[in-house]
């Protein structure tokens, strides 16, 4: 029974040391959520400044889509007449 305990608990170093070894990677890096790239430092949290601007420019295109409180057509000159 302590053999298994023993072997689980190697297993897990090993596991927890290839993690933090892998290759000198940072586990901090971050991807670009335009196109998946490692984000540059420069452009947090984006690769480059084009994915920014698209980031931008979709926020922007979303904003302006999303429809305001439009009037509907039949509810409008209801109560606007008051003498
Ligand atoms: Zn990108």
């Known amino acids: 029974m302590n053999d298994k305990v ?10 927890a040391a ?3 070894a892998g290759g000198g990677r940072r586990p901090k890096a971050r991807r670009c959520p335009i196109c998946g790239k490692p984000a540059s430092p420069d452009h947090r949290p984006f690769c480059s400044p084009r994915c920014r601007q698209t ?3 979709r926020w922007l295109g979303e904003v302006y889509r999303v429809p305001a409180e439009e ?3 039949g509810a409008r000159g209801e109560g ?4």
């Open 6 to 15: 023993a072997d689980l608990a190697a297993r897990r170093a090993q596991r």
């Open 18 to 20: 290839g993690g933090a």
């Open 55 to 57: 980031d931008l420019d």
């Open 71 to 73: 009037p509907a057509g």
């Open 80 to 83: 606007e007449e008051e003498t």
